[in-house]
């Protein structure tokens, strides 16, 4: 039954998104992007007290798992944190025949089926995302505490926050109440995720697009203070020895990792914070001034945008700044599309649908 139901979510959302494109139809949020605007099945998150009298022990089993998994392998945190961006960004609220695909509502989670495919396969995500095994920890003890009650969009959005908490970084309310989507969209994923190599103008229409404001964009792409990406990914990096404006300590940057992908297929790892990796702190924005950011975007937030350079400079100077900044747009970017009616459910297996 469960199959039949993924099978024509999958047809209607194919159809819908035809239609759309056909008619210039654009889906995005209404309002002010914070879950509201959709009648009593996308309502505003309940509060960071949710589970208090239905689940107490909620957030300090996801804390724990987060933090023994961090401990095992430091690079789980920025998987995890990127794991709640990439399910949160893919955000069409209304589409055509009322079909809804939501934002935060754990959708990146679902496994392709003989007759539905998920979000995992989509360009940004295949081979790129991780940290799924983790997520099926914490909703295996969590389901035996608290049977059904837990939203794995929930536990995508606290494990997030407790990835930044154990790495050095602040720690925010996280607002509950998200239910799971009962479907996924991957021409969605692939069209609304920002890719590696954007442009500014590229990046700050992705994020208006789904009510997210330039502030938000580069206080967001903080988070790539931790984690690694393959050398697929900054490829257009590798060109830019031959740019004779680029600063002097850039040309050591790029020259270091030519050499380090010059014996790769692609697929070798490189960090996107030099210095600190496995810390959340600022180093990032230090980093892009230094003219070492990793991917084309990052270094693009210095050289493409003079809004985004002066923001990149204020977070460089004062940590503080940015952490507030950051708490206050992933508390933002939780919010989005979120599903608190009965256009959802509270999955048993953050892998399928019930």
């Given at each position: 039954?469960?199959?039949?139901k993924?099978?024509?979510?999958?047809?209607?959302?194919?159809?819908?998104?035809?239609?759309?494109?056909?008619?210039?139809?654009?889906?995005?949020?209404?309002?002010e992007?914070?879950?509201?605007?959709?009648?009593?099945?996308?309502?505003?998150?309940?509060?960071?007290?949710?589970?208090k009298?239905?689940c107490?022990?909620?957030?300090?089993?996801?804390?724990?798992?987060?933090?023994?998994?961090?401990?095992?392998?430091?690079?789980?945190?920025?998987?995890l944190l990127?794991?709640?961006?990439?399910?949160?960004?893919?955000?069409a609220?209304?589409?055509?025949?009322?079909?809804?695909?939501?934002?935060?509502?754990?959708?990146?989670?679902?496994?392709?089926?003989?007759?539905?495919?998920?979000?995992?396969?989509?360009?940004?995500?295949?081979?790129s995302?991780?940290?799924?095994?983790v997520?099926?920890a914490?909703?295996?003890e969590l389901?035996?505490?608290?049977?059904?009650?837990?939203?794995?969009?929930?536990?995508?959005?606290?494990?997030?926050r407790?990835s930044?908490?154990?790495?050095g970084?602040?720690?925010w309310d996280?607002?509950?109440?998200r239910?799971?989507?009962?479907?996924?969209?991957?021409?969605?994923?692939?069209?609304?995720?920002?890719?590696?190599?954007?442009?500014?103008?590229?990046?700050?229409?992705?994020?208006?697009?789904?009510?997210?404001?330039?502030?938000?964009?580069?206080?967001?792409?903080?988070?790539?203070?931790?984690?690694?990406a393959?050398?697929?990914?900054?490829?257009?990096?590798?060109?830019?020895?031959t740019?004779?404006?680029?600063?002097?300590a850039?040309?050591?940057?790029?020259?270091?990792?030519?050499?380090?992908?010059?014996?790769?297929?692609?697929?070798?790892?490189?960090?996107?914070d030099?210095?600190?990796?496995?810390?959340?702190?600022?180093?990032?924005y230090?980093?892009?001034?230094?003219?070492?950011?990793?991917?084309?975007?990052?270094?693009?937030?210095?050289?493409?945008?003079?809004?985004?350079?002066?923001?990149?400079?204020?977070?460089?100077?004062?940590?503080?700044?940015?952490?507030?900044?950051f708490?206050?747009?992933?508390?933002?970017?939780?919010?989005?599309?979120?599903?608190?009616?009965?256009?959802?459910?509270?999955?048993?297996?953050?892998?399928?649908?019930n």
């Amino acid at each position: 039954m469960a199959m039949k139901k993924l099978a024509l979510f999958s047809l209607l959302l194919n159809l819908a998104m035809f239609l759309a494109i056909v008619l210039a139809i654009v889906p995005k949020t209404t309002g002010e992007g914070y879950g509201g605007g959709g009648g009593d099945d996308c309502g505003d998150l309940l509060g960071s007290d949710f589970y208090k009298d239905i689940c107490p022990e909620a957030e300090a089993i996801i804390f724990a798992r987060v933090r023994l998994a961090v401990f095992q392998d430091t690079r789980m945190a920025a998987s995890l944190l990127r794991l709640h961006f990439h399910d949160c960004f893919v955000n069409a609220r209304y589409l055509l025949f009322a079909l809804f695909i939501y934002g935060c509502d754990a959708s990146v989670l679902l496994d392709d089926t003989d007759n539905f495919v998920g979000e995992k396969t989509a360009a940004p995500n295949l081979n790129s995302l991780r940290g799924f095994e983790v997520i099926d920890a914490i909703k295996q003890e969590l389901e035996f505490v608290c049977p059904q009650t837990v939203s794995c969009a929930d536990i995508l959005a606290t494990a997030a926050r407790d990835s930044v908490v154990v790495s050095g970084g602040p720690s925010w309310d996280v607002q509950m109440g998200r239910k799971d989507s009962l479907t996924a969209s991957k021409a969605l994923a692939n069209n609304i995720i920002p890719g590696p190599n954007s442009t500014i103008g590229n990046l700050v229409a992705k994020f208006q697009n789904v009510n997210l404001s330039l502030k938000d964009m580069v206080a967001l792409s903080g988070a790539h203070t931790m984690g690694k990406a393959r050398c697929t990914t900054f490829a257009a990096r590798l060109r830019d020895s031959t740019n004779p404006n680029a600063p002097e300590a850039s040309l050591e940057f790029i020259q270091s990792l030519q050499q380090l992908c010059s014996v790769s297929d692609g697929s070798t790892l490189a960090n996107l914070d030099l210095s600190t990796p496995e810390t959340f702190d600022n180093q990032y924005y230090v980093n892009l001034l230094s003219g070492e950011g990793l991917l084309p975007s990052d270094q693009n937030l210095v050289t493409g945008d003079e809004q985004t350079r002066e923001l990149v400079e204020t977070y460089a100077q004062d940590m503080s700044t940015f952490f507030q900044d950051f708490k206050d747009s992933m508390i933002k970017l939780g919010r989005l599309g979120t599903v608190t009616g009965t256009k959802g459910e509270i999955r048993r297996n953050c892998r399928s649908v019930n």
